[in-house]
């Protein structure tokens, strides 16, 4: 017990340690995770912990997140995506497995051994690219869905993988297996011994208790589980079906994240679906760290040192061969600029999967452990030079595509005196509400398909351009406007936008959307007297809603509502002045102290103008 407890401790402190450092150094948590691992692997060394086995049970980490991958995917979608699955996905796993076989037998590996470790390489990092994507929001671009679809794809090409990998096993290699182990491997699997013909049937029908479970069984068993009101109790029914569901994958041979993801799908339209996400998320995210911990502690540095040129060389090889192939296969798909570059370094790595198949291939004799001991090395490096590939990108890459690449502006030919940046969910009722009126407004947004589908509606005063830009304003007619509105999505570019309209036209009315309560001050720092907080009068009508459903009267709720608002700009007025752009405000002695001070008194006196305003209420009546 005190052994475990102590593996525990070491592992959560070195995750909580090295994570935070890293994301504040914009290097990300996988990368943090990574070197983490890399820190306390002496350590793991001297304890004599099989860091191969923790690593085994981390990766059921990729398990829970390919499930939860499938819940955001509903079975439309998926067929959709078809043309790049099977194009992306079927391309980039043949021709890597290909060049990386031409490769090894050209440095003299026969043709079967050269295969397998095509097959190895082949595969990307599932674990580490989408936990990457969506850190850096980048899931949803086309960069991103094309590497998910080529993802999707290896996850699926283990299955045939698995099948084939004993045809190429080495015979004599296979033989002192064999010997070394004695004969005695106890094995769930139901499918070892079966022929052909009776293991597709096996495979098939796993497959469909999948699908129809899913689709007939889950929603009676929730329902039944959700009526004892038992949060734990739903977490754990959410646990025990996707640990059934990676059982039930491996004792037929087929591979229990695919067999978790295709249960996400058939899931995607549950009622369900959101609890289930909330419970699973949280040991997703504890075991994808443990297992990106786990790879880095892997790392066999006396190996490394040993035969470091071989294994960087065998590493960078593999980086820049599987970058042409991407890179080819995104400009065949039309993948453009910077998002070719994303999908390119991105998947140029190779993956978890690598280290399963490395497993399998040394217990069941198929390659020697010399060389299995080598690629394990590369699978590790590969893995961990990913997310710097990814700071490339964001640093460098992307950078040089924004300034050099980006769409040309719209001319703009109209000069309507009020000019709104922005035609998003805010800006685009603003403009209605003013043209219903009588106003024309100019509208400029830096979305092409939201311009796109607003010309199919008819709307033809909408331009495409970075508002932030002098030029772009200037030909809007910013010098001659009577009123600036400001609702882009970008906190910084609002902030830099009010700046400089600010700045250089002081009889322009500036109205600007702000993101929270401190930008408020940073607007109003910049010049800025008319401000709106996005959430702020939805809020407000919540809680007017509320007073009502408490039994206030519609009238007294109003009160009440107004009351609350004029205190609340009454107290942001009173705290502006010690407010410091340049400081956090969790770092602002000043600015905490005077709402500190005063913070009781407000409450003190809402509390009182509250009270009146609900005693008077019957009086009226």
């Known amino acids: 017990m005190s052994d475990f407890l102590l593996l525990a401790f070491i592992l959560l402190c070195a995750g909580i340690i090295a994570v935070p450092i890293a994301t504040r150094l914009k290097l990300g948590s996988v990368l943090g995770y990574l070197i983490a691992g890399i820190c306390i692997s002496p350590l793991l060394g001297l304890l004599q912990v099989d860091v191969i086995a923790i690593q085994h049970f981390a990766e059921f980490g990729v398990v829970m997140m390919l499930f939860l991958v499938g819940l955001e995917l509903e079975p439309k979608l998926l067929w959709q995506m078809r043309n790049r699955l099977m194009g992306l996905g079927g391309g980039q796993v043949l021709l890597t497995?290909?060049?990386?076989?031409?490769?090894a037998m050209a440095f003299g590996q026969p043709w079967n051994i050269a295969l397998v470790i095509g097959m190895i390489l082949a595969l990307s990092s599932t674990a580490i690219v989408l936990q990457t994507?969506?850190?850096?929001?980048?899931?949803?671009?086309?960069?991103?869905q094309a590497?998910?679809?080529?993802?999707?794809?290896q996850d699926i090409a283990v299955i045939p993988m698995l099948a084939l990998l004993p045809l190429l096993a080495f015979p004599e290699v296979a033989q002192l297996t064999a010997g070394s182990e004695g004969g005695e491997h106890a094995s769930l699997s139901i499918v070892d011994g079966l022929n052909g013909w009776q293991t597709m049937l096996v495979t098939v029908g796993a497959v469909a208790v999948v699908i129809l479970g899913g689709n007939y069984l889950t929603r009676p068993v929730f329902r039944f589980v959700a009526s004892a009101n038992l949060r734990e109790l739903f977490t754990a029914t959410a646990l025990v079906m996707v640990i059934?569901?990676?059982?039930?994958?491996?004792?037929?041979?087929?591979?229990?994240a695919l067999g978790t993801f295709l249960a996400g799908v058939v899931l995607a339209n549950s009622e369900y679906r959101h609890e289930l996400e909330s419970d699973i998320d949280p040991f997703r995210g504890l075991l994808l760290g443990l297992f990106f911990i786990t790879v880095g502690a892997s790392i066999d540095f006396g190996l490394l040192s040993q035969s470091f040129g071989i294994v960087i060389s065998m590493t960078m090889g593999?980086?820049?061969?599987?970058?042409?192939?991407?890179?080819?296969?995104?400009?065949?798909?039309?993948?453009?600029g910077a998002q070719r570059w994303l999908f390119t370094l991105a998947l140029a790595q190779a993956g978890e999967f690598g280290f399963v198949l490395l497993s399998f291939t040394t217990a069941n004799g198929i390659l020697p452990d010399p060389i299995a001991d080598q690629l394990l090395l590369v699978v590790a490096l590969s893995m961990l030079i990913t997310p710097l590939l990814f700071i490339l990108y964001d640093q460098i890459v992307a950078g040089i595509y924004s300034r050099g690449q980006e769409p040309e502006a719209d001319e703009i030919t109209e000069d309507n005196g009020i000019i709104i940046a922005g035609r998003g969910r805010i800006g685009g009722i603003v403009d209605r509400m003013?043209?219903?009126?009588?106003?024309?407004?100019?509208?400029?947004?830096?979305?092409?398909?939201?311009?796109?589908?607003?010309?199919?509606?008819?709307v033809?005063?909408?331009?495409?351009?970075?508002?932030?830009?002098p030029d772009l304003l200037h030909a809007a007619g910013i010098d001659k406007a009577r009123l600036l509105i400001v609702t882009i999505d970008d906190k910084?570019?609002?902030?830099?936008?009010?700046?400089?309209?600010?700045?250089?036209?002081?009889?322009?009315?500036?109205?600007?959307?702000?993101?929270?309560?401190?930008?408020?001050?940073?607007?109003?720092?910049?010049?800025c007297r008319d401000i709106i907080r996005e959430t702020y009068d939805s809020s407000l009508r919540i809680g007017r809603s509320a007073f009502e459903a408490m039994g206030v009267p519609r009238e007294a709720a109003d009160e009440m509502k107004m009351a609350f608002h004029e205190m609340d700009q009454q107290s942001m007025i009173e705290v502006a002045d010690v407010y410091d752009i340049e400081i956090p405000a969790h770092e602002n002695e000043a600015y905490i102290t005077r709402v500190r001070e005063r913070a009781e008194a407000w409450e003190a006196e809402l509390h009182d103008r509250m009270m009146e305003i609900m005693e008077d209420e019957p009086e009226k009546a």
């Open 147 to 153: 590497g998910f679809s080529v993802l999707l794809f």
């Open 133 to 144: 994507l969506n850190e850096k929001g980048l899931m949803k671009s086309d960069g991103g």
């Open 318 to 336: 593999l980086i820049l061969l599987k970058a042409l192939v991407l890179f080819l296969l995104g400009t065949i798909f039309k993948i453009r």
């Open 434 to 458: 003013l043209r219903t009126a009588g106003y024309t407004s100019t509208v400029i947004d830096y979305s092409s398909k939201q311009l796109d589908m607003l010309r199919m509606f008819g």
């Open 492 to 527: 910084e570019q609002i902030t830099e936008l009010v700046s400089y309209a600010a700045r250089n036209y002081p009889n322009l009315h500036i109205i600007a959307r702000a993101v929270d309560r401190h930008h408020v001050y940073e607007l109003w720092a910049h010049g």
């Open 460 to 469: 033809s005063h909408a331009y495409f351009g970075d508002a932030t830009r």
């Open 97 to 103: 497995m290909i060049l990386v076989m031409s490769v």
């Open 244 to 256: 059934g569901i990676a059982l039930l994958m491996t004792v037929v041979g087929l591979s229990p």
